[in-house]
């Protein structure tokens, strides 16, 4: 559905829209393809006149495990790939702020990196007991452009968003519940997830995509003002000598 990439599943279900990270031998860890496909679902939601609510989760026992090794050592050998890469990670986070519809996240798994922001860019999100965030971003050499610290100050302390983005430590269920960062903890998140955006769908129309919008303009307003900042860091950071340092380690460990 949508033209999307194997690696995204969009299924229907009435004005239900289900969408599945569907890298599950990888624990959804993300490539030049599922990057792309998350870059343009948004705008092809906003395009579906049938789709009144949508739930995003990941296939297998992960939500999404961050940056794919191997696609971090392909975005520092090419130019091009790093420049489109930016770019799509702008528009991610600039479409999933703008989607005309409640999203709804399952956090099934581990929600790294990116993984972080999908569930923060989410309108109402669910996370499975034994799941945690986290945003190893500055732990690998790099800025986080589309990851939890664009995000997180917005929606936790200050002083909790700068632990966790420096230090990139594992953020337990009950630790997130507890912060706000989810809205429920419970053993099956996705089936929790589909019955809200099921509710959610039987409301008045004009009256809920309108009021999320107004709320989402303040979220909005919060990350335009760092988004170009953090893009220029993140290409840059792409180039450092810790980032080409760190990924040579990661990809000889993933080797051995």
Request: net charge negative.
């Amino acid at each position: 559905m949508y033209g999307m990439p194997a690696e995204i599943k969009v299924e229907a279900d009435g004005g239900l829209r289900i969408i599945t990270l569907n890298r599950p031998d990888h624990l959804n860890a993300v490539n030049d393809a599922l990057h792309v496909g998350l870059a343009k679902i948004w705008e092809e939601l906003n395009e579906d006149t049938g789709a009144r609510a949508a739930v995003i989760t990941g296939a297998g026992r992960a939500f999404s495990a961050g940056g794919d090794f191997t696609y971090l050592d392909e975005l520092r050998n090419n130019e091009a790939l790093r420049q489109k890469t930016i770019k799509h990670g702008r528009d991610l986070v600039i479409g999933m702020v703008r989607c005309r519809i409640p999203v709804v996240a399952a956090v099934n798994g581990p929600a790294v990196g990116l993984g972080c922001s999908l569930a923060a860019l989410s309108d109402i999100v669910y996370m499975a007991e034994t799941a945690f965030f986290a945003d190893p971003h500055v732990s690998i050499g790099l800025v986080a452009a589309d990851g939890g610290p664009l995000v997180w100050p917005s929606q936790i302390s200050l002083l909790h968003a700068k632990e966790f983005a420096f230090t990139g430590v594992r953020i337990k269920a009950p630790r997130a519940l507890e912060l706000g960062m989810v809205n429920h903890v419970v053993e099956d998140p996705l089936a929790e997830a589909i019955t809200c955006a099921t509710k959610i769908m039987e409301l008045p129309q004009q009256a809920l995509e309108a009021t999320k919008r107004l709320m989402n303009l303040q979220l909005e307003q919060s990350v335009m003002a760092s988004l170009d900042y953090a893009n220029l860091s993140e290409y840059v950071s792409f180039g450092t000598a810790d980032f080409n340092t760190i990924v040579d380690g990661l990809i000889a460990k993933q080797k051995a």
